[in-house]
């Protein structure tokens, strides 16, 4: 079994230990800073980009609230072109499964520089990311791959719990319900994976629209990394 292999399947007991640290992360805290606001910026690179466009069309569909995932080096070149000159309530979210993304902690240092409250979320301590945060979130998850395995569906997970207890409308239980169906889901992936014979096929194109379409560009991301294949999200 690869490495990458033993993250995966290790994410079957990551994910019920995440939501309830998550949960009770929430409960310690007060996030209004990141959701009484206008607009909500999410902000990642690579892999964390893909987490950043999920989560805005999640929290735009489940709260009504305004967001837009930005690439952290947008927001450090091109700043204006992408944030303007509004006059809107704002904050931002950061992603970075290390905490010391560069282009993700210059564009961190951009926001606090006008002000705009951020949350940051890793799963690394002591990192970078305290440093442009006004909140961190820390996830007790470690991961050794090179490519963001476990990571990226625990930090989904966890945004997802933030915006839920923001909602308040009883989709968190079904949420937490969802996580005790994984492993029946991995299973079946393999199963699947098993009976099909991918090695003949040379390209690959992952669909996915709303919600989904981060989830397609991190799968063609993640095949295209580990499999030199040729694909397209």
């Known amino acids: 079994m690869t490495k990458v292999e033993r993250e ?25 800073f990141l959701f009484d606001v206008d607009v909500v910026y999410f902000v990642g690179c690579g892999s964390s980009y893909y987490i950043s466009i999920t989560m805005a069309k999640y929290t735009s569909g489940r709260l009504g609230l305004e ?11 091109c700043l ?3 944030l303007g000159k509004s006059g809107l309530k704002r904050s931002a979210v950061l992603v970075s499964r290390s905490g010391e993304s560069t282009e993700v902690i210059l564009a961190g240092r951009k926001l606090k ?6 949350l940051g979320v890793t799963i690394e301590e002591n990192s970078s990311i305290f440093d442009v945060s006004d909140e961190v979130l820390v996830l007790p998850i470690e991961e050794e791959s090179i490519v ?28 937490e ?14 199963e ?16 996915g629209a709303g ?4 989830i397609a560009r991190e799968s063609a991301l993640k095949l295209q990394e580990m499999s030199q294949s040729t694909t397209e999200a």
């Open 8 to 32: 995966i399947r290790d994410t079957l007991n990551d994910l019920p230990r995440v939501f309830d640290f998550t949960c009770e992360w929430v409960e310690g805290g007060d996030l209004s």
């Open 67 to 77: 967001t837009k995932a930005i690439p952290a080096g947008e927001i450090h070149f």
């Open 80 to 82: 204006d072109e992408n």
């Open 113 to 118: 520089d006008l002000k705009i409250p951020i």
């Open 148 to 175: 963001m395995t476990k990571s990226f569906t625990s930090i989904v997970l966890a945004l997802q719990i933030l915006v839920e207890y923001e909602s308040d409308d009883g989709r968190l239980k079904k949420l």
């Open 177 to 190: 319900e969802s996580i005790r169906n994984v492993k029946n889901v991995v299973d079946r992936s393999y």
């Open 192 to 207: 699947l994976v098993e009976d099909e014979d991918l090695t003949k096929h040379r390209r690959f194109v992952f669909l």
């Open 211 to 214: 919600v989904y379409e981060g």
